[in-house]
């Protein structure tokens, strides 16, 4: 289990001014993993203030012993899921070894070497591309916001709007994985079968695009078949976290739903490319969110001690739009929600024990989707149906624009920082994608 220790001191600062600057998303107490391409090949890197280190270039420098070279020969295959099967202390050491080369600390021969060689081992962030961190076999995602879910079953007319598990379990469907993207990449609107508003039955581009705002995590270390995974014990099988948008096409969605969303949801998910870790975000705990009052406690396989005092992270999640109005009129994108992580009903302690339950195994480098971050309030609705009110009342995105739904050409951005007091605010990156007009059918 790891612990507060020296990379997460709020005075270590680094000699890479950019990590510095107030508001920066990747000061030296973040260290997020991600992926980027060099010269076509995939390598494994660190976020610093503007740059990415390049971790195969400390290692041919000799700047990193033990088990941090380790854990960097580990990722020496372009991806990361051999460093999130390894013990924690694998990645451990090397977010410790990073901190000490690149904070302004007592001199040592390795940090002038660092300073020294930086300009080969420091990338600039803008001109790298970056990919999917890691093979994602499988990807599930969640329905814990109570006031997202009870929304629905409000516009769907429900007379009882909140499923009768809800307050039980953490309710979720199995996803499609091959169609994670990395941010940036573009969203094109998917074709399929939905009713139009004569209640025909209708086959074409899908009139209804939405986001979902929502926090997934990677799984570390797996569980074999058959065994289940304690409560207490469910934080130690996340590596980190990343933020997602569950993209949905809600007329295609509405219409095929009978087992659970399908074509609605798996035409693309876009995800953030850098992964917060666990250790970094430590400083950000908090208890699980409390639940209302007269709810039933979780049943005791889902109530554990640690969680239950821990299980909470103090993450604060945005969403931003961009229209080409906007922007052939030179304006700035418009924030349409602000949420927190706080909104959810059940931690990721609870979703990852509920999901091995039933003794299903879960692998290195799966993702798990929190569900639709959804708020109380006004602006914490964290999707446009929830903003609308289901399309009755069109949402502005300035510039005298409206919204039902997402249009050809408009950009969502999702960003996400954690913050406490006594500590340095470490941030995400941002998540971002376009929807394309729909492909025209094959003749
Ligand atoms: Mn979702």
């Known amino acids: 289990m790891a612990q507060l220790n020296a990379t997460h001191d709020p005075e270590r600062r680094s000699w890479l001014e950019s990590a510095n600057q107030p508001g920066c998303d990747f000061p030296i107490q973040n260290l997020p993993f991600g992926v980027f391409t060099e010269s076509g090949v995939h390598r494994a890197g660190v976020a610093l203030g503007d740059k990415v280190i390049n971790l195969q270039a400390l290692l041919r420098h000799g700047l990193l012993d033990g088990h941090a070279a380790l854990a960097v020969h580990a990722t020496s295959s372009g991806g990361l899921n051999a460093l999130m099967e390894m013990d924690p202390l694998f990645a451990s050491a090397l977010r410790g070894q990073l901190s000490d080369l690149f904070s302004i600390g007592a001199s040592s021969e390795r940090l002038s070497s660092a300073r020294a060689n930086a300009e080969s081992i420091l990338l600039d962030m803008s001109k790298v591309s970056m990919n999917v961190p890691c093979s994602i076999g499988d990807y599930t995602d ?21 499923p009768p598990a809800f307050k039980s379990l953490p309710v979720a469907y199995h996803s499609r994985a091959s169609s994670i993207r990395i941010t940036g990449t573009d969203v094109v609107r998917p074709n399929g079968q939905y009713k139009d508003a004569q209640g025909e039955v209708r086959f074409g581009p899908a009139p209804m695009l939405d ?61 953030s490319p850098w992964i917060v870790t666990e250790e970094a975000l430590l400083p950000f705990r908090l208890p699980a969110p409390a639940r209302p009052a007269g709810d039933p406690p979780p049943l005791d396989h889902l109530n554990g001690e640690r969680d239950q005092a821990e299980g909470g992270i103090d993450i604060a999640l945005e969403a931003w739009i961009s229209t080409p109005a906007q922007r052939s009129a030179g304006q700035e994108a418009v924030c349409i929600t602000r949420t927190h992580l706080q909104n959810l009903y059940w931690t990721f302690g609870q979703m990852i024990t509920h999901h091995a339950s039933n003794g299903c195994n879960l692998r290195p480098g799966d993702l798990i989707g929190s569900g639709t971050i959804s708020g109380e309030s006004d602006i914490s609705r964290a999707c446009i149906t929830e903003l ?14 409206f919204r039902t739904a997402l249009e050809d050409g408009d950009e969502i951005i999702f960003r996400g920082r954690a913050a406490r007091e006594g500590a340095v605010t470490i941030g995400f990156g941002e998540c971002r994608g376009r929807i394309q007009p729909a492909r025209a059918w094959p003749a």
């Not at 916001?145 to 516009?155: K, W, Y």
């Not at 986001?211 to 289940?228: K, V, W, Y």
């Not at 609308?388 to 624009?401: F, M, Q, R, S, W």
């Open 211 to 271: 986001f979902e705002l929502e926090l997934a995590a990677f799984i570390a270390r797996g569980n074999a078949l058959t065994q289940p995974i304690p409560i207490d014990r469910a934080r130690d099988h996340i590596f980190g976290y990343c933020l997602l948008n569950d993209w949905s096409a809600k007329s295609i969605q509405w219409w095929e739903q009978v087992l659970g969303p399908f074509l609605g949801k798996s035409f693309i998910t876009s995800i």
């Open 388 to 401: 609308t009110n289901a399309g009755k009342d069109p949402l502005p995105v300035g510039n005298n624009e």
């Open 142 to 162: 969640f329905l814990t916001s109570l006031h997202h879910t009870e929304r629905h079953g409000r516009f769907k007319g429900l007379k009882d709007p909140l």
